[in-house]
């Protein structure tokens, strides 16, 4: 890196000047003049155009000094053709100055032009350092103005090869600017777009949602929003984006513009669409074979216990046996049916105005539970329970199985069940943690599936149905459940689920 006069000035060190002067009185002069003031000063004396141009490839001065008028040319002929590239400063001396050449002199990238005088000469010291610290002032907007490009061109770059689309916006809501792959996705030519305003390429149904976030945005509430809305192509089609939005400010804090990155989620929404298609499907489909298996068992039950109870003196042990287990496996039946039912339901309720206590919810669970809690000798200990905008049917569903299935596999424990959560960040997050004797490692990731039961399940009651209801629930609101060892023994299962209202207004 070549150091500039700035750099030499800041740094204390030496200051190099090339006084290029064909008049041996005035080189005395200033040469004088400089030494009496400032010791730091290294005078090079060039007497003509030709020998000042062999010092400049020599050595690179701090500043030059040069007379206008020399034996073989004029001293602006050092200054380059372009001022921009000027590398040192010049000043420019002369004997009988006039006004347009001192226009000359400064539009040829001069800094300063002086007539020379016995005071000018003499005042020498402080003419070098009032022009060393104009250099440096220049030198900094120089480096500012690089800077400045450097970073123009990286985002030129960024936002001309970005596979993701890119769009500026004005504080209007005008299309500014927008690169090629936005192009590719809204099917409009940039000069179409700069034409137009964010409304007229956003479905009707997402325009107010749209003009609330830019307003907050520009109105200093929001540095940035994160959102997915529908796009209307030019040839009329529906195409879905994930928008990310920030606002560039000026000095002054006042917006100037917003730029946008928008990725084209189109193919994912269909695909979630016919998800959502297929699970209606498959809901209705076990909630009707439910409901229709539902008829024809209850009457079977039915039967058999009637068979028991009316003609028990007249059949064997056998047949009374047979009946006996005809009736349980219709009850188990029945439980199954009745479980797939409520999986079936899930999804189905509209989401609550106001937040859900979670604590009353569970205070009513450990209440219908009462009898079992009882038998099996446990008590539920409950800590803080953050209240959520989701169905209380939902909400006692999943705490019913996890409790439940706490009391129905840690039972003679003797430890208590603790229930607790906790929100972080619009995310909500309940536990269930028992004392028993936990969930082999290799079966972890398989109790939530439908109609599994692990290897500690033995001649427990159950149907497989309520940990796939628990991941039901807890997937339905943009969450997942899962299952960690408790420490000392036991499990702990872990519910997550969003509440879209509360992260909002965070």
Known sequence: MVMSSSDVNRSGGPISILLVEDSPTHIEMIRDALAVRDQRITLTVARTLAEARARLAEFRPDLVIADLFLPDGRGIELLPAAREET???????????????????????????LTKSVATLADM???VERTLRIWEHIAERRRAEETLRESE??????????????????????????????CRFIGYGEAELV??????????????????????IFAGQRQHIHYEKRYLRKDGRNVWGHASVACVVNPDLQPTYCIG??????????VEEELREANRELDAFVYTVSHDLRSPLTPIIGYAEFLQEQYRERLDEQAVTILAEIGRQGHRMLGLLEDLLALARVGHLDHPVEPVD???????????????LAAAGMTVETGHLPCLRVPK?????????LIGNAVRYAGCSGGPIEVGGERQRGRTRFYVRDHGPGIPAHERDRVFDLFYRGS???TVDGTGVGLATVQKVARLYGGRAWMEETPGGGSTFWVEMVDEACREAE
């Open 125 to 127: 010291p402080h003419i």
């Open 153 to 182: 061109e990286r985002f030129r770059s960024v936002f001309t090869t970005a596979a993701a689309g890119m769009i500026i916006i004005s504080p209007t809501g005008r299309i500014l600017q927008a690169n090629p792959a936005f």
């Open 261 to 270: 990155l928008v990725q084209d989620i189109t193919e994912r929404k269909q």
């Open 456 to 458: 500690t399940a033995g």
């Open 87 to 113: 590398i040192f400063p010049v000043v420019i001396l002369t004997g009988h100055g006039n006004e347009k050449e001192a226009v000359e002199a400064m539009r040829a990238g001069a800094l300063d032009y």
């Open 195 to 216: 034409q137009l305003t964010v409304d007229d390429i956003t479905h009707p149904e997402d325009r107010d949602r749209t003009s609330l976030h830019y307003g907050e």
């Open 358 to 372: 979670a604590g009353e919810v569970v205070r009513e669970v450990v209440l219908e539970l009462g009898s079992r």
């Open 393 to 401: 049917t939902l909400l006692t569903q999943l705490f019913d199985n």
